[in-house]
């Protein structure tokens, strides 16, 4: 059974920094591409950011490039997604994903989902 969990969210003010964590169980991580997507309130789950299974490629939404980064361990079993420069915009609960390949994910249709974790940025 695959497993997907995420720690890491939490309050910040505007300008500041998070970093989530995404640990996955139940399947083999260093064969698997992992992202990262959010949902605000009201609003649909969007893409954030995906990095291939080697770690050698990644792919970013545009909203934000320069102030995220997409990172893996893969004898952690874990993938990241370092938060800088925060805006109040950036409120949303964050999902983990997996799957095999990075065009599955960056298009949302991923088989494997986290249960998500809030990061909520105040001005």
């Known amino acids: 059974q695959v497993q997907l969990v995420e720690s890491g969210g939490g309050w910040v003010q505007a300008g500041g920094s998070l970093r989530l964590s995404c640990v996955a169980s139940?399947?083999?991580?260093?064969?698997?591409?992992m992202g990262w997507f959010r949902q605000a309130p009201g609003k649909e789950r969007e893409f954030v950011a995906v990095i291939s299974w080697s770690g050698n490629s990644s792919y970013y939404a545009d909203s934000v490039k320069g102030r995220f980064t997409i990172s893996r361990d893969n004898a952690k079993n874990t993938v990241y997604l370092q938060m800088n420069s925060l805006k109040p915009e950036d409120t949303a609960v964050y999902y983990c994903?997996?799957?095999?390949?990075?065009?599955?994910?960056?298009?949302?249709?991923?088989?494997?989902w986290g249960q998500g974790t809030q990061v909520t940025v105040s001005s």
């Open positions: 994903a997996a799957d095999y390949l990075i065009n599955t994910i960056r298009q949302g249709k991923n088989g494997y």
């Open positions: 139940g399947l083999t991580f260093r064969t698997t591409a």
